[in-house]
Structure formats: C-alpha cells, structure tokens
C-alpha cells in the first residue's frame, strides 16, 4: 500500500501578502491563490501535497471580526482529517488577535495551525512573503515520531515561530513585526529550523477536535491614562448587556486609588461584568497586591490577568463568555492556562 503523502492546507484570508503587480495597471491586485505554485514556485521541492483555499470574500484583516474567525476555524474543522497541517495567511494588523481566537476555537488540537503573512506584497521584489510561506508550510508539516511537531496555532514571521496567543504586534515597518515578550520562540528558523521542544504543547492523543464558535463580543477595552475622566468611565460600565472589561493598567497592575475611579470599577464588579486586569507593558504582567495602587483592585474583586496579551485576554474573556459558566467559574478560568496562553 502507498503509504500517503505529508499534506498542508493554505487557507488565503486577505491580507497584504495576497498581492502581485497587474502588468495592465501596474497596480497591486489581489492573486488567485489556487495558483500559489506559479507565484511561489519554491513550494514545488516540497515532497507534500500542497492545496489551498481562499475564504469568501476574502479581507483587509483591519475588517476581522468573530464571523470571521468563525470561517477560518470552520475550514480548519471541515478539513481536518484529510490534512496534516495548516497554514492561514492573514494580514499582519489583528493577525495576533486571530490567532488568540483560534487557539480557544480549536480544542484538543493535535495538528500545526500556522499563522503567516507579509509586510510587502508577494508581488514585489523584496517581499518577505516568500520566505514566511515557505517555512510555515515545512513547520506545519513537520513530524517527530509520526506526530505533528507542533500542535498548536501560532504565528511565523521572519525567522521566528511564536505561540499565537502569547504574540503581539509591535513594528509597522520592520520585518520581524512580532514579538513575544513573557514566552520563548517555539523555533528559530535558520538553516535549519531549530525547535524549542521543552516549550511546545504537548500532543493531545485520542481526543477528538472541538470547535468552539461561541463567542460573546459584548466586552471592552479600556486603556488607562493620566487624566482619564469619572464621566468617560461611567458612561462605559453602564452600556447596555455590557459583560466585561478588560482594564489596560500600568506596570505590574497598577491604577489610580481616586475614590471616583475605585468606585465605578466597584459598581461594575457588583453588576457582575468581569473586569480583567492586564498591563500596557510588553514584558512581564500584573501583579496584584505588590503595589498599594494594586491592592484596592485586588479588594475589589477585579481579575488578574497575569502575563496574557490584550490579544490573549480579550479572545479569552470572549471565549469563557460564550460558555455556560458562572461569573465565579469565569473568573476562576481566567486566571487559568487553557491552552498555553498564561504563566
């Protein structure tokens, strides 16, 4: 019997990358990914099955939404049995969101979902899109003792494979767009692809692919600044089937000790929204109670958020809402790993 080749699923989202040079217009048009092999003919020296296929209609990642994400994941699903990996391209601005938002959607998973994408478009000259297509397609498909090397979703730009939700974007103008400040790189791509193996998800053996779509978009994020007024914050907790907030503090957690400000985040505690605290800092995370500006927050009843990302916190909360818990088990389940996205 033929024994079946490595096979990897392109899922085209939109994005820059999706881009070439019309020789019409001399514009930058969208390309026909179904013909990715004549765009990227590197892709033909790998000895797996390359298939690809593009969402409708396909979008400037700055129109994600959860119907979005929902259709990626739903592909990923539908097709998971006849691929061994996965890679989706996506345009770089919420790609760390997305990302975030497939790890809680795709439980018990035990193939690679490869987030990739590009600064220039494919169709340019110096585009680093080549390169991060190329070697997402090998990472998706690499086995170790017959099984998926890294199964987790992430994200792989220049050089770097990063855990999805524990990735951000920090540079509009650079190659190495992403960083992952609280958790090391999953693999350093160089001449070889150096894997991390002590920090990759272990494989999940005999559990069948959950698909959770459910998510519960009625949250907010507010950023704390000097100067934020009682007015702006009051009319924030009172908007209607609000469900929780994610608190932008500074350094290890900390917020202003004003009774107003003390106050109005009371109030939305005791009507039950979820008020989750991360910190604006790329390095480290909250620590509740170190700092006295931390501690009335601990008193209160608002949830540390520890070293998770907005991006992580956010899909997160989205995700634990959608769910038939209780805003106990909610908070309880915040302030615990899931699927790698918290120390």
Wanted: one cysteine or more.
């Amino acid at each position: 019997m033929k024994e079946r080749k490595t096979s990897v699923l392109i899922i085209y989202t939109g994005g820059t990358i999706g881009m070439i040079k019309d020789s019409k217009s001399n514009t930058l048009v969208p390309f026909n990914f179904t013909e990715i092999r004549k765009n990227i003919p590197e892709i033909k020296a790998f000895n797996y099955t390359v298939r690809s296929v593009t969402l409708n209609p396909v979008v400037d990642s700055s129109n994600i939404n959860i119907v979005f994400w929902e259709k990626i994941a739903k592909t990923i699903y539908k097709n998971y049995d006849n691929f061994d990996g996965f890679v989706v391209l996506h345009g770089t601005d919420t790609m760390a969101y997305s990302a975030s938002a497939l790890s809680f959607m795709l439980e018990n998973l035990s193939k690679p979902v490869i987030l990739t994408g590009s600064q220039l478009p494919i169709g340019t000259i110096r585009t680093d899109g080549k390169e991060n297509v190329i070697t997402a397609i090998e990472i998706a498909a690499s086995k170790k003792s017959n099984l998926a090397t890294v199964p987790e979703v992430c994200i792989y730009f220049e050089n770097k494979l990063l855990r999805g939700n524990r990735a951000t974007k920090y540079s509009s103008k650079h190659f190495n767009a992403f960083i992952s400040e609280n958790y090391p790189p999953l693999a350093n791509a160089g001449i070889e692809i150096e894997y991390n193996y002590n920090y990759i998800n272990k494989n999940i053996l005999n559990k069948k692919l959950v698909l959770n779509t459910n998510f519960n978009n009625n949250v907010i994020i507010i950023k704390l600044f000097p100067g934020i007024s009682k007015e702006y914050l009051e009319k924030i907790i009172w908007l209607p089937n609000l469900k929780g907030i994610i608190l932008e503090t500074y350094g290890s957690g900390n917020a202003p000790t004003y009774n107003w400000f003390l106050k109005i985040i009371s109030t939305a505690v005791k009507n039950k929204i979820i008020v989750l605290n991360v910190t604006q800092c790329d390095i480290g995370g909250t620590d509740m109670g170190k700092y006295e500006t931390s501690k009335e927050l601990l008193k209160i009843g608002v949830t540390n958020g520890g070293d998770m990302t907005t991006e992580a916190a956010l899909t997160k909360l989205m995700y634990l809402l959608g769910k038939d818990l209780s805003y106990n088990q909610i908070n309880e389940m915040l302030e615990t790993p899931i699927c790698g996205e918290i120390s």
